[in-house]
C-alpha cells in the first residue's frame, strides 16, 4: 500500500483524466437522488467525466428516477448481484478509471480531485479514499463510526494484504480488463477478493488518499446491523475458502475480541457515560456473532434474475463522455 500525496490545484481538463463513475443500484429509489445530486456537483471537468447507474432487476422506482438526471441508466438483467452490475457499467465506461461508490453514500465535492490528483505513479491500480458517516441518528450509526466498521483506515490495512470496498475507490479501467473485472458469481465480499487479485496477479499496488471523502449511510437499527454482521462472516468464508495460504483466522484475534466485547461490558456495567458506551456490549455481540453465524454458513452465490426488466442503455446530455 503506497502513501498518500495530497491534491492540488485543479487543473484545465487537459490535466484531468477521464473517470467513468459507476454506481450499482437495487431498490434505491429513496436514496439515489441525494447520491446523484453530489455526483452532478463534483468539481470535475465534464467532459472528463461520466456518471453510469446499472439498475439491478429493482422492484420499486429506482430507474426512472435515475433516468430523471442527466446521466447513463443501464440495467444488469442477468444476475442479482452488485458485483454483476458493477461489470455490466465497467463494459459501457470510457474512462481512464473508473471510480466507485453506492446508492447509500454522498460524494465530497472534490471527491475525484482528491482521488486521483496529482496522478498516481505507474505501479498504482487501485486508489482509495476514505469512507466516513452521512449521518448519525442512531446507537448502531453512531458505533459503527466509532469501531471504525467501513472505514477505509481501519479495513485496508489488513493482516493478509491491502483491501478496498466499492464504496470509494477508483480503479484503472485497463487493469480491470486485465483482471476481467469482479467475480459476479458470490454476493458478499467480491471487491475485497479483487483487491487481493490485483496485487497478487497483476502485481498492481493501491494508494490510500483519507483526503477523499465519500460519506456513508451505516445501517441504522440492531436488526440490519445483525445482517451486516452475518453478510460480513458470509464474504469471510469466501475468501477463506478462495486464499487459504493468505486469509488466516488467528486464534489471538478472536481472543482481542472476547476481550474487546468484555471491556464493553465492564464499562456499561460501571456505568461509563457518554459515546453510547451503554450500547457498546450489545453491538459489539450483534457484530462478533453476526460474522460468526455468517462464517459457519458459508459464501453465498449471486441468483439469476427472474421477471427483471429489458437492458436500458439511456445517454443524456451530461456525464456521457461524449
Request: aromatic share 8%.
Amino acid at each position: 500500500m503506497s502513501a498518500a500525496a495530497p491534491a492540488g490545484p485543479v487543473p484545465g481538463a487537459h490535466g484531468c483524466p477521464r473517470v467513468s463513475v459507476v454506481v450499482p443500484v437495487r431498490n434505491g429509489a429513496g436514496e439515489i437522488d441525494r447520491l446523484l445530486s453530489s455526483l452532478l456537483a463534483l468539481d470535475w471537468p465534464e467532459q472528463h467525466l461520466e456518471i453510469i447507474v446499472v439498475d439491478n432487476g429493482s422492484s420499486d422506482d429506482t430507474a426512472a428516477a435515475a433516468a430523471r438526471h442527466p446521466m447513463r441508466v443501464l440495467a444488469e438483467t442477468r444476475t442479482a448481484s452488485s458485483y454483476a452490475a458493477r461489470n455490466r457499467g465497467l463494459a459501457a465506461a470510457i474512462g481512464t478509471w473508473v471510480a466507485f461508490t453506492d446508492v447509500d453514500c454522498v460524494v465530497e465535492p472534490d471527491w475525484l480531485r482528491r482521488l486521483l490528483l496529482p496522478a498516481p505513479a505507474a505501479r498504482v491500480g487501485a486508489v482509495a479514499g476514505e469512507v466516513l458517516a452521512l449521518e448519525g441518528q442512531t446507537p448502531v450509526q453512531r458505533l459503527v463510526e466509532r469501531y471504525g466498521i467501513m472505514k477505509h483506515a481501519v479495513t485496508l490495512p489488513h493482516k493478509a494484504l491491502p483491501c478496498f470496498s466499492t464504496a470509494n475507490v477508483a480503479i484503472r479501467r485497463r487493469v480491470l480488463g486485465e483482471l476481467h473485472g469482479f467475480r459476479d458469481d458470490v454476493r458478499y465480499f467480491a471487491d475485497m477478493e479483487l483487491a487481493w487479485r490485483l496485487q497478487l496477479v497483476g502485481g498492481w499496488e493501491i494508494l490510500f488518499r483519507p483526503e477523499a471523502v465519500v460519506r456513508h449511510r451505516h445501517r441504522r437499527t440492531w436488526g440490519a446491523l445483525w445482517r451486516q454482521g452475518v453478510q460480513h462472516g458470509r464474504g469471510v468464508a469466501f475468501m477463506k475458502r478462495t486464499y487459504p495460504q493468505h486469509y488466516r483466522i488467528l486464534p489471538a484475534e478472536q481472543i482481542r475480541r472476547l476481550a474487546g466485547l468484555a471491556g464493553a461490558i465492564g464499562r456499561s456495567a460501571s456505568g461509563e457515560r457518554g459515546s453510547d458506551a451503554g450500547w457498546a456490549p450489545l453491538f459489539l455481540a450483534l457484530w462478533y456473532g453476526g460474522l460468526l453465524a455468517g462464517y459457519l454458513m458459508g459464501p453465498a452465490a449471486s441468483r439469476r434474475l427472474k421477471n427483471a426488466p429489458r437492458a436500458d442503455d439511456t445517454r443524456a446530455q451530461k456525464g456521457t463522455g461524449t
